[in-house]
């Protein structure tokens, strides 16, 4: 089984902090949970990342567990790199979706 390097944009990272904090601020510890989880998912991006279904054009979705959040990203086969490209709340409109993930 090949392996994946995980690379995650930058804005992917403001994102996780913003929601990190709401989270915080709704519950205490909420937030930091919501954090652990996402990063321990995406780096796991890294094993099989097409067990994961095409949502649109060629980007795929991972449903972080327990949030209704879904990471979005792409799978460059010939760097072998799976580029996160955003992290969403699933109740987002679509066409964010496309905004977020527009440079592919």
């Given at each position: 089984?090949?392996k ?5 944009e930058p ?11 709401w989270?915080?601020?709704?519950k ?32 795929r ?7 209704p ?5 792409y ?13 969403i ?11 977020k993930?527009?440079?592919?």
């Amino acid at each position: 089984m090949d392996k994946y390097k995980v690379q995650i944009e930058p804005e992917v990272l403001v994102d996780i902090q913003e929601i990190t904090d709401w989270y915080n601020e709704a519950k205490a510890g909420l937030g930091t949970r919501f954090q652990r989880t996402a990063i321990i998912q995406i780096n796991s991006l890294n094993k099989e990342p097409h067990i994961y279904a095409v949502r649109y054009r060629e980007i795929r979705c991972m449903v972080i567990e327990k949030f209704p959040y879904m990471t979005h990203f792409y799978i460059n086969e010939g760097s072998k790199t799976v580029e996160v490209l955003a992290v969403i709340s699933t109740s987002r409109n679509p066409k964010i979706w496309l905004e977020k993930t527009s440079k592919h």
